[in-house]
């Protein structure tokens, strides 16, 4: 195994981290991310082939083994339950739905309100003012919504 084998593939996942983070929290930065993700992909591919790639018997013995079958096994089961989780965090990110669990329904509308609402003739608009600190200024929000 070559020495930079081990630092390759540590700056490689890097690289594919920040790639990731740069790509959900900085969207705007448009060829920042694509660029840390293809430098983070390839170093890890450098490492994987100085690691195991170089060819000769301790690259069979390596990727023969029984710990690196099962470990490759494990990964690939890490890599798909993380993928699971994270589509069904889009999914639920884009189609959210809250039910109102209170004992007295106090979170919904009555159904006198529902009926005089959908006989007005243009939509309801509120205007609230708080200041940012004020305590009452998320449940007001959440009610308002």
Do not use: C
């Amino acid at each position: 195994m070559s020495r930079l084998a081990t630092p390759a593939l540590v700056l490689g996942l890097i690289g594919i981290a920040l790639g990731g983070v740069l790509r959900v929290y900085r969207p705007s930065w448009g060829a920042a991310w694509p660029a840390a993700l293809i430098v983070g992909g390839l170093l890890v591919l450098a490492g994987l082939y100085l690691s195991f790639g170089s060819g000769g018997a301790g690259a069979r013995r390596a990727w023969g083994g029984r710990t690196t079958k099962y470990g490759l096994n494990a990964l690939v089961m890490v890599v798909l339950i993380l993928g699971v989780i994270v589509m069904v965090e889009a999914v639920s990110y884009r189609h959210n739905w809250r039910a109102d669990l209170t004992e007295n329904r106090r979170n919904s509308l009555s159904p006198q309100t529902i009926q005089v609402v959908r006989t007005l003739p243009t939509p309801v608009k509120a205007t609230a003012f708080f200041r940012p600190d004020q305590p009452g200024k998320r449940t007001a929000e959440d009610l308002l919504k």
